[in-house]
């Protein structure tokens, strides 16, 4: 256990140490460079000169690198262009609110998609299968914000019984205040997720009920409730948990898209207007904080795999 | 990395009398969502690359005399947009951006992934251990990000978006013909054409990866199907090809701004097509995944 964690945690340093570079490497192809983004456009080459001198912009990549690495572990992800802050305490203010959404969607999507899963794994090949399943090719196909757009004119438009923009709180604790907002938002990352979660689960209840358990709970007498529910969900589980954390690329690109349509200030509107106006240090530091997020989730993914699933356990010693 | 690994398995010979090869049509015909796939993308296909030339509009040029104007209208089946272009009209011609940038940077995920891959996976050791952290590193940052930010850097014209989404998008299959070159790479075989001389080149594209073929061909239907999700998704953030070039996606992000007005012929045919587009290749994908034996057949 103790080598098999020490592997997977040296895996996921040299991962974050390449996301770094590859951030670097961006950084670097911005036209003009940095010196453009903050003296603007107007500015003069000698003045470029000296602003590349000043912050060691001359020097070569590597050096370069070295330094962008070391401001990186003090925690300085650069100044926006735009905004007047660190892009620390930008992503800082942001990136709970971010949290909220996706994990409160997250959590309606698992428990609509478990029970969902299973139960279709049970009915395999019956008309409530393949109803259910051709919903879901649906759903699969179905872009994040076509679908947070037919929630808002049903909802807000046909029958109005809920606001179009989530709340515009600058705390948390306000963000829950204004409940009745959040519904939408966290509807359209739910509905988005149960697709492929439910995919998920109905081919793992598939792999269980073949397996040698089944028959044995069954030949003791168990009931097929007790077999369903308790074994063989119980066992379906751990595939899901995997998943979860190698999923938060996607759930953060949810985000993005469901926090530009429905004007939620979490970190993916941050992002989406700084594309807006080129605002690279925000942009890359997004950029970073969501893949030390992933590679981190899926460090977590496995670990609680090894933890939870006796068979995964065996298969790293 | 344990994400797809148990959903494949090893290929099963096929040797039935009829042969592999219609043995495969078969079971893919007989697959009736496949069937179904196939016959919406043809579908789709002519509408938009062969309906132009029946349907003649003009994208180019606006009449604002024309704006909005609702579906059934003489010669606007599905109405105008907010700057008087002819929706169908518009609808084709989108939708030959967003079918020509997804199916080329589908296909060049694919093969960038399966290069990839099946080099890591035959080679085998450190090697293998560098260019998977490297596809690790390239999965943790999500594409659309990725997207945005060299979409700011570059002008997003349709060459310069199938490379891009061709270049962000091969992390999947990567890991998918690794699995498969893993297991190739030690057959008697591969085994035997190097005892006889054959070099490396010669062991991954002869061997390897025609070998893989299946996960090959299947993959690529699902990468089709997420590069023109992607593209919508860039699209609709604002930042896909310049105008008066358009597509679905596209068409969408100028409808969100007229959902109040009850414009939904501004919304639902490009959204319904985008739809219909990622479902049909999803069938095919699904069917050919069948066919192939990539995974277990009758699930």
Same mark, same amino acid.
């Given at each position: 256990?103790?080598?098999?964690?020490?592997?997977?945690?040296?895996?996921?340093?040299?991962?974050?140490?390449?996301?770094?570079?590859?951030?670097?490497?961006?950084?670097?192809?911005?036209?003009?460079?940095?010196?453009?983004?903050?003296?603007?456009?107007?500015?003069?080459?000698?003045?470029?000169?000296?602003?590349?001198?000043?912050?060691?912009?001359?020097?070569?990549?590597?050096?370069?690198?070295?330094?962008?690495?070391?401001?990186?572990?003090?925690?300085?992800?650069?100044?926006?262009?735009? !905004?007047?802050?660190?892009?620390?305490?930008?992503?800082?203010?942001?990136?709970?609110?971010?949290?909220?959404?996706?994990?409160?969607?997250?959590? @309606?999507?698992?428990?609509?998609?478990?029970?969902?899963?299973?139960?279709?794994?049970?009915?395999?090949?019956?008309?409530?299968?393949?109803?259910?399943?051709?919903? @879901?090719?649906?759903?699969?196909?179905?872009?994040?914000?076509? $679908?947070?757009?037919?929630?808002?004119?049903?909802?807000?438009?046909?029958?109005?019984? !809920?606001?179009?923009?989530?709340?515009?709180?600058?705390?948390?604790?306000?963000? =829950?205040?204004?409940?009745?907002?959040?519904? $939408?938002?966290?509807?359209?990352?739910?509905?988005?997720?149960?697709?492929? =979660?439910? *995919?998920?689960?109905?081919?793992?209840?598939?792999?269980?009920?073949?397996?040698?358990?089944?028959?044995?709970?069954?030949?003791?007498?168990?009931?097929?409730?007790?077999?369903?529910?308790?074994?063989?969900?119980?066992?379906?589980?751990?595939?899901?948990?995997?998943?979860?954390?190698?999923?938060?690329?996607?759930?953060?690109?949810?985000?993005?898209?469901?926090?530009?349509?429905?004007?939620?200030?979490?970190?993916?509107?941050?992002?989406?207007?700084?594309?807006?106006?080129?605002?690279?240090?925000?942009?890359?530091?997004?950029?970073?904080?969501?893949?030390?997020?992933?590679?981190?989730?899926?460090? !977590?993914?496995?670990? @609680?795999?090894?933890?939870?699933?006796?068979?995964?356990?065996?298969?790293?010693? | 990395?344990?994400?797809?690994?148990?959903?494949?398995?090893?290929?099963?010979?096929?040797?039935?009398?009829?042969?592999?090869?219609?043995?495969?049509?078969?079971?893919?015909?007989?697959?009736?969502?496949?069937?179904? %796939?196939? @016959?919406?993308?043809? $579908?789709?296909? &002519?509408? /938009?690359?062969?309906?132009?030339?029946?349907?003649?509009?003009?994208?180019?040029?606006?009449?604002?005399?024309?704006?909005?104007?609702?579906?059934?209208? *003489?010669?606007?089946?599905?109405?105008?947009?907010?700057?008087? *272009?002819?929706?169908?009209?518009?609808?084709?011609?989108?939708?030959?951006?967003?079918?020509?940038? %997804?199916?080329?940077?589908?296909? $060049?995920?694919?093969?960038?992934?399966?290069?990839?891959?099946?080099?890591?996976?035959?080679?085998?050791?450190?090697?293998?251990?560098?260019?998977?952290?490297?596809?690790?590193?390239?999965?943790?940052?999500?594409?659309?990000?990725?997207?945005?930010?060299?979409?700011?850097?570059?002008?997003?014209?349709?060459?310069?978006?199938?490379?891009?989404?061709? /270049?962000?998008?091969?992390?999947?299959?990567?890991?998918?013909?690794?699995?498969?070159?893993?297991?190739?790479?030690?057959?008697?075989?591969?085994?035997?054409?190097?005892?006889?001389?054959?070099?490396?080149?010669?062991?991954?594209?002869?061997?390897?990866?025609?070998?893989?073929?299946?996960?090959?061909?299947?993959?690529?239907?699902?990468?089709?199907?997420?590069?023109?999700?992607?593209?919508?998704?860039?699209?609709?953030?604002?930042?896909? &090809?310049?105008?008066?070039?358009?597509?679905?996606?596209?068409?969408?992000?100028?409808?969100?701004?007229?959902?109040?007005?009850?414009?939904?012929?501004?919304?639902?045919?490009?959204?319904?097509?985008? &739809?219909?587009?990622? /479902?049909? =290749?999803?069938?095919?994908?699904? %069917?050919?995944?069948?066919?192939?034996? &990539?995974?277990?057949?009758? *699930?």
């Amino acid at each position: 256990m103790i080598r098999f964690l020490a592997k997977r945690l040296g895996q996921a340093i040299v991962v974050i140490l390449l996301v770094t570079v590859i951030v670097f490497l961006l950084l670097h192809s911005v036209p003009g460079g940095p010196a453009r983004g903050i003296l603007g456009p107007q500015a003069s080459p000698q003045a470029i000169a000296a602003f590349n001198h000043e912050h060691g912009f001359d020097k070569s990549l590597v050096q370069q690198y070295w330094a962008f690495l070391s401001r990186l572990l003090h925690g300085d992800l650069g100044d926006s262009y735009t !905004l007047n802050q660190s892009v620390g305490s930008l992503i800082g203010q942001r990136l709970p609110k971010t949290l909220v959404l996706t994990g409160l969607s997250t959590l @309606v999507a698992l428990v609509i998609a478990i029970p969902l899963g299973v139960w279709q794994g049970r009915r395999r090949r019956g008309l409530t299968d393949y109803t259910v399943t051709t919903l @879901v090719f649906v759903g699969y196909a179905t872009p994040v914000f076509f $679908l947070a757009l037919i929630l808002v004119i049903v909802f807000t438009e046909k029958i109005p019984i !809920l606001p179009p923009q989530a709340p515009q709180a600058q705390t948390l604790g306000a963000l =829950f205040a204004d409940s009745r907002a959040l519904i $939408l938002p966290v509807l359209a990352g739910a509905i988005a997720t149960v697709a492929a =979660f439910s *995919r998920y689960m109905r081919s793992a209840v598939l792999d269980n009920l073949a397996e040698d358990y089944v028959r044995t709970a069954r030949a003791k007498g168990a009931s097929e409730r007790r077999v369903v529910w308790l074994h063989i969900m119980r066992n379906s589980l751990t595939p899901i948990i995997a998943m979860l954390g190698y999923y938060l690329p996607v759930l953060f690109s949810g985000a993005l898209v469901i926090e530009s349509v429905f004007n939620y200030p979490g970190m993916g509107l941050l992002f989406w207007n700084a594309a807006q106006t080129s605002d690279y240090p925000i942009l890359l530091g997004t950029v970073l904080v969501i893949a030390l997020a992933t590679v981190i989730g899926s460090l !977590l993914a496995d670990i @609680v795999q090894a933890l939870v699933d006796p068979r995964v356990r065996g298969s790293i010693r | 990395m344990t994400v797809s690994a148990p959903l494949m398995t090893e290929q099963a010979p096929a040797t039935t009398a009829a042969g592999p090869y219609r043995r495969m049509v078969r079971m893919f015909l007989a697959n009736r969502l496949a069937v179904t %796939g196939l @016959v919406i993308l043809g $579908l789709l296909l &002519v509408f /938009c690359f062969i309906g132009p030339l029946i349907h003649h509009t003009d994208q180019v040029h606006t009449q604002l005399a024309d704006a909005t104007l609702s579906p059934g209208t *003489r010669g606007h089946l599905l109405g105008t947009d907010d700057v008087g *272009r002819d929706v169908l009209g518009r609808l084709m011609v989108g939708g030959q951006t967003s079918l020509e940038i %997804g199916i080329a940077a589908g296909l $060049l995920a694919t093969l960038i992934g399966t290069v990839w891959g099946a080099i890591s996976g035959y080679a085998g050791g450190w090697i293998d251990a560098v260019m998977m952290r490297v596809v690790d590193a390239g999965i943790a940052i999500p594409a659309l990000f990725l997207l945005l930010v060299t979409a700011t850097i570059l002008r997003p014209t349709v060459p310069v978006q199938i490379l891009i989404i061709g /270049c962000v998008s091969w992390l999947v299959p990567a890991r998918l013909v690794r699995a498969e070159a893993l297991s190739l790479r030690s057959r008697d075989y591969v085994q035997a054409m190097k005892a006889m001389g054959g070099g490396h080149g010669r062991a991954v594209f002869r061997h390897v990866i025609p070998n893989a073929i299946g996960t090959v061909v299947v993959n690529a239907t699902f990468q089709v199907a997420d590069a023109i999700l992607l593209i919508a998704y860039v699209s609709f953030l604002g930042l896909g &090809v310049a105008p008066p070039k358009t597509d679905w996606g596209g068409m969408l992000s100028k409808g969100i701004s007229y959902t109040s007005e009850g414009y939904w012929w501004l919304i639902f045919p490009a959204g319904l097509a985008i &739809v219909l587009v990622v /479902c049909a =290749f999803n069938c095919i994908g699904d %069917g050919l995944r069948d066919a192939f034996e &990539v995974r277990l057949q009758g *699930r």
